[in-house]
């Protein structure tokens, strides 16, 4: 694959590249657990709630709170056309977008996370805020923008590489990584 972006200095050569093999974020450690349900995608977590035995939303989200002892939950919704974006509001387009499922937090989760007995309301506030953008990192790993990039010398040797640069501010993360020299190119 050919580089989208090319920094040169007279010792090395960075070049970033979309990285095709990200893993996915929700493999780390998070907080929500995202429960979904889509004919084509394979979206979220693995879990147990077989959405056909619902009648609709309203229903599925009873039992998911009945089952998970959900301490908050919000709705997904999903944007198909030419690629898809996942967020917890709903997308003005009713022909290629609806509801997916939902993100989750039991709380049990929140009690063990936060080593607390009471569940405030500033932690239900702190724990959809973390939700929102647990999401948010998902969309940006289902859109594909996600970078790599790899430095090397004039004579082509490998300096070094590195992947896993999610969304817009990949170029300032990238300059964390890099030669002083390059990273000031990044920057401009």
Same mark, same amino acid.
């Given at each position: @694959?050919?580089?989208?972006?090319?920094?040169?200095? +007279?010792?090395?050569?960075?070049?970033?590249?979309?990285? $095709?093999?990200? $893993?996915?974020?929700?493999?780390?450690?998070? @907080?929500? @657990? @995202?429960?979904?349900?889509?004919?084509?995608?394979?979206?979220?977590?693995?879990?147990?709630?077989? &959405?056909? #035995?619902? *009648?609709?939303? #309203?229903?599925?989200?009873?039992?998911?709170?009945?089952?998970?002892?959900?301490?908050?939950?919000?709705?997904?919704?999903?944007? #198909?056309?030419?690629?898809?974006?996942?967020?917890?509001?709903?997308? *003005?387009?009713?022909?290629?977008?609806?509801?997916?499922?939902?993100?989750?937090?039991?709380?049990?989760?929140?009690?063990?996370?936060?080593?607390?007995?009471?569940?405030?309301? +500033?932690?239900? +506030?702190?724990?959809? *805020?973390?939700?929102?953008?647990?999401?948010?990192?998902?969309? =940006?790993?289902?859109?594909? #923008?996600?970078?790599?990039?790899?430095? =090397?010398?004039?004579?082509?040797?490998?300096?070094? *590489?590195?992947?896993? &640069?999610?969304?817009?501010?990949?170029?300032?993360?990238?300059?964390?990584?890099?030669?002083? +020299?390059?990273? $000031?190119?990044?920057?401009?």
């Amino acid at each position: @694959m050919d580089a989208i972006e090319t920094f040169e200095t +007279e010792k090395e050569t960075l070049n970033i590249y979309i990285d $095709e093999s990200p $893993e996915s974020p929700r493999e780390w450690d998070n @907080m929500g @657990m @995202m429960i979904c349900s889509h004919g084509r995608y394979d979206l979220g977590d693995k879990h147990e709630i077989d &959405f056909k #035995d619902y *009648s609709g939303w #309203d229903e599925a989200k009873e039992a998911i709170i009945k089952k998970y002892d959900v301490a908050v939950i919000l709705p997904l919704y999903l944007y #198909d056309h030419s690629g898809i974006t996942i967020a917890t509001t709903p997308f *003005s387009c009713r022909w290629d977008s609806g509801q997916v499922g939902f993100i989750i937090v039991s709380k049990k989760k929140l009690r063990e996370e936060y080593k607390v007995k009471r569940i405030s309301k +500033e932690l239900l +506030e702190k724990a959809k *805020s973390i939700l929102i953008n647990e999401v948010d990192i998902y969309d =940006t790993y289902i859109r594909g #923008d996600i970078y790599r990039f790899e430095v =090397t010398d004039k004579e082509g040797n490998h300096i070094d *590489s590195c992947s896993g &640069f999610y969304g817009n501010d990949y170029k300032t993360d990238i300059a964390d990584n890099v030669s002083d +020299e390059l990273a $000031e190119l990044l920057k401009k």
